[in-house]
């Protein structure tokens, strides 16, 4: 079984505006609900852990209803920080699941087949969608450049990321013991000494962190309508 837990608890300040980010309206309809219906369609998912802020729960679950989104099988409220979202997630997935796919609602721009790839691969070992960094990169202290970093060894990660239950779970579990705080989920799994493999990510999937990341959704949206 195929189990997803979509992070949904973050604040829409950067994008100015005073509701919760997943909840901001992209081409008339809630940004969460771009990932849901993606998610609805692939076969291969049995099952979707939504977590949004506490003061959120009772609208996902008028929203969920309301668009016939049938395999959300729970709605729960997150943690003070991302990383204790989704260990929340992770304590309510069904027994059977063994495959876990952790995705931010502000990507709502993922492919079908990114996804399902990303579901085969995980089934073996966690996996990570990433794309080189093109830009110049510097290291910067006080303003000042110290030096320009090697950009042909970084790559920028996106979500959603695929992991088998056990090795997530068991990542989790260490990270807690150790009060590790990571800036995603492979970083947590990296840190628990399992391998984490990298496949091609997508320049569409966009986070959406800034109001004008949303005009850019919305374009790219529309090419695909």
Not at 156 to 165: D, G, K, L, M
Request: charged share 25%; hydrophobic share 45%.
């Amino acid at each position: 079984m195929v189990s997803v837990i979509l992070a949904a608890a973050g604040k829409g300040t950067r994008l100015g505006f005073e509701d919760a980010k997943p909840f901001v309206k992209m081409a008339g309809r809630p940004l969460l609900t771009h990932s849901l219906a993606l998610f609805e369609e692939i076969p291969e998912i049995n099952s979707i852990i939504l977590v949004v802020s506490a003061d959120k729960v009772r609208e996902a679950k008028v929203l969920v209803s309301g668009n016939g989104f049938k395999k959300v099988a729970q709605i729960i409220p997150g943690g003070a920080v991302r990383q204790e979202s989704v260990s929340k997630g992770l304590a309510v997935l069904l027994p059977e699941t063994t495959v876990v796919l952790v995705h931010d609602a502000a990507r709502p721009l993922v492919s079908k087949k990114k996804v399902v790839e990303l579901i085969a691969a995980g089934r073996k070992m966690a996996t990570i969608p990433a794309l080189p960094v093109s830009d110049t990169l510097k290291e910067v202290k006080e303003g000042l450049v110290i030096r320009t970093v090697d950009r042909s060894r970084f790559y920028a990660v996106q979500t959603p990321q695929s992991f088998p239950r056990k090795v997530i779970c068991a990542a989790y579990r260490k990270a807690k013991e150790s009060a590790l705080l990571g800036t995603d989920d492979a970083c947590i799994v990296e840190s628990a000494g399992f391998p984490v493999q990298v496949i091609p990510g997508e320049q569409t999937n966009i986070k959406i962190t800034y109001p004008e990341d949303l005009l850019i959704a919305e374009a790219l949206l529309s090419f695909r309508t």
